[in-house]
């Protein structure tokens, strides 16, 4: 029987983008080569500021298309702060791609990993293991992923909108109850948060209004409700308390970044953004253009994606290999943290980059 094969488009994008990626694809190399029963072949597509600075594109003509017709998109990261569209704001065809391909479930898993050094004196910060799931297709980032849906524009005001469908919350509740079952079986607490700022928006009413419907299906799961501005400081205050956490676009933009410092930093902060027909799987952090090309970037982020890029497809195609490599690399870093021998320079450790690398991929092998 022919191997299967599934086709990644890779943007790897600006700034440390490119190191995070090609270290993805080192690690996920060397995961397929112990596990065998599958292949991947990846299509670049050139997308990011530093080609529309080239080329006034933001991303390569049909770029869209391509990635659309992969199995799955892993970006690195997009973005300079030097270089920006007439209106402003910083090249993010990434936003287009969310939209587009309707990724409205944002998976942010916050994970404290073994000899890491906290920010949190608490001991209890050493269970900290949770899910921010961040809506990705409107909410707050409504009018900015398509660039003409602002309703006042002009040199005296501007308006953003913030859009919550019922549609597209449904599914994002379902998914997070769903998430928060698959979690469960394997010891998660099961306890589902909605985030919200319900006392003071119309739109963030309706959010917790069909997070209460959705939750009727799923009488095994807890449910708890967070004025996002109480999240914030719960955040601080007691983070081992939740498992997931579902909430509106821009709050979750910010929280997890939040969230990602209680365990290390952005180098830690891996993202899946997954629809009903498409998936894209970047680190949730930026091109950190001040350490680019200097082997500082930690990796970790985007290695942590490319896992949840494999347990995505291993669920879309039934490939019991795919999970396997995916699990082999989450294992490899764990234990790489236990035994204290990743030791990212981000976390005050000795190891760049491709040190980093290396030693997941030593630690897959052996
Ligand atoms: C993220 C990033 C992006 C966002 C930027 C780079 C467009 O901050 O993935 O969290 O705002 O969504
Ligand atoms: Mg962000």
Sequence with gaps: MAIPSFQIATIKGDGIGIDVTDATIAVIDAAQNRVGGFSLDYRQILAGAGYYRETGLDIEENGEEMAGAADAIF????????????????IS???????RFQLYA???????????????????AAAIDMIILRESTEGLFYSAAAHNRCPV??????????????????????????????RKEKGSRGLVTCVDKANVFKSMAFFRKIFDERSQAFPDIEKGYNYVDAQALDLIRKPWDFDILVMENMFGDILSDLAGGLVGGMG?????????????FQPAHGTAPDIMGQDKA????????????????????????????????????????????????????????????QEIIRLIHS
């Design 106 to 124: 944002g998976i942010r898993p916050i994970k404290a990993y073994p000899n890491i050094p906290r920010k949190l004196s608490d001991e209890r």
């Design 153 to 182: 524009e002009n040199d005296d005001e501007v308006q953003d909108t913030l859009r919550i469908t019922r549609k597209t919350t449904e599914k994002l509740h379902d998914f997070a109850f769903n998430m928060a079952r698959k």
């Design 93 to 99: 065809p990434h936003l287009r791609l969310r939209d």
């Design 268 to 280: 830690m902060a891996a993202c899946g953004e997954i629809g009903d027909h498409h998936g894209l």
């Design 298 to 357: 930690n990796p970790l982020a985007a290695i942590l994606s490319g896992s949840l890029m494999l347990e995505y497809l291993a669920d879309k195609t039934g490939v019991q290999a795919l999970s396997d490599a995916a699990e082999i690399i989450s294992d490899a870093i764990h234990s790489g943290f236990s035994q204290n021998t990743i030791r990212p320079a981000e976390l005050g450790g000795d190891m760049g980059t491709r040190a980093v690398t």
């Design 75 to 90: 970006l690195g990261a997009i973005g300079l702060p030097s270089v920006r569209y007439e209106d402003g704001t910083e």
